[in-house]
């Protein structure tokens, strides 16, 4: 059964550091998986999606990487910025139905 | 851009009411997502559909049904609300495809309290 792991949970750093947020899962075979941002209280909001196939996806300040063979996802942030605090969560497709298995997210502050 | 729709942000009702959640979608996409959010429990999948008048079960379906007469909206239904039914509830919608390149997108999210 896949199992999807984010770790930290939490973590808070300096404006303008860059960051590397982790996301792990248990098994290789996946159609894809998806980064996404949370706001308090908000819906989600899809920051990059990296097909099976692919090694990395970038979006502005953003670069997500792939590794399926050790089963690793990373989520680096360039030069943050507190307007990047957000809980952060990852996610995989396994199956042909469409369905995603989540971690649990990691709660990011980024202090001025 | 994707637009995801629910109807509304925040909703109160009383124990045994009938409930509806409802969510639009303007891409033209095939699937269909509900999900409730629990802080500890993470996102858990309540119902999806890949098509038309088609619903699979989720993870957690007892005590909700849903509702999909046309493409672009997809219902959510509490028979008989419960105060455990207290969450917050995401709609999410994506193309079909065996590319791998489905990627969901949500809505805003309804506050659903139940007194």
């Known amino acids: 059964k896949q199992e999807v792991t984010q770790i930290p949970a939490a973590l808070s750093v300096p404006e303008g550091e860059n960051l590397v947020l982790n996301c792990s899962f248990t098994?290789?075979?996946?159609?894809?998986l998806q980064w996404f941002r949370q706001d308090p209280g908000k819906g989600l909001t899809s920051l990059l999606l990296?097909?099976?196939s692919q090694r990395e996806q970038t979006s502005g300040r953003l670069n997500a990487s792939l590794d399926k063979s050790s089963g690793r996802s990373t989520l680096y942030i360039a030069a943050s910025q507190p307007g990047d605090s957000a809980t952060y969560l990852c996610?995989?497709?396994?199956?042909?139905?469409?369905?995603?298995?989540w971690g649990a997210g990691t709660k990011l502050i980024i202090k001025p | 851009d994707v637009k995801v729709t629910q109807s509304s942000r925040y909703l109160v009702k009383r124990t045994g009411e009938k409930v509806f959640l409802e969510c639009v979608q303007d891409?033209?996409?095939?699937?269909m997502f509900w999900y409730r959010q629990d802080p500890g429990l993470g996102l858990r999948l309540i119902y999806f559909?890949?098509?038309?008048?088609?619903?699979e079960k989720g993870d957690i379906p007892e005590g909700y049904s849903v509702s999909r007469e046309k493409k672009e909206r997809f219902s959510l239904i509490l028979e008989s609300a419960s105060t455990n039914q207290t969450s917050m509830y995401l709609c999410?919608?994506?193309?079909?495809?065996?590319?791998?390149?489905?990627?969901?997108?949500f809505g805003p999210g309804t506050r659903l309290t139940v007194l």
């Open positions: 999410a919608s994506s193309i079909s495809g065996t590319g791998g390149f489905n990627e969901q997108f």
């Open positions: 996610a995989v497709r396994v199956d042909s139905n469409y369905q995603l298995i």
């Open positions: 891409m033209d996409h095939e699937n």
């Open positions: 990296i097909q099976s």
């Open positions: 098994d290789s075979a996946i159609y894809n």
């Open positions: 559909s890949y098509d038309v008048k088609m619903k």
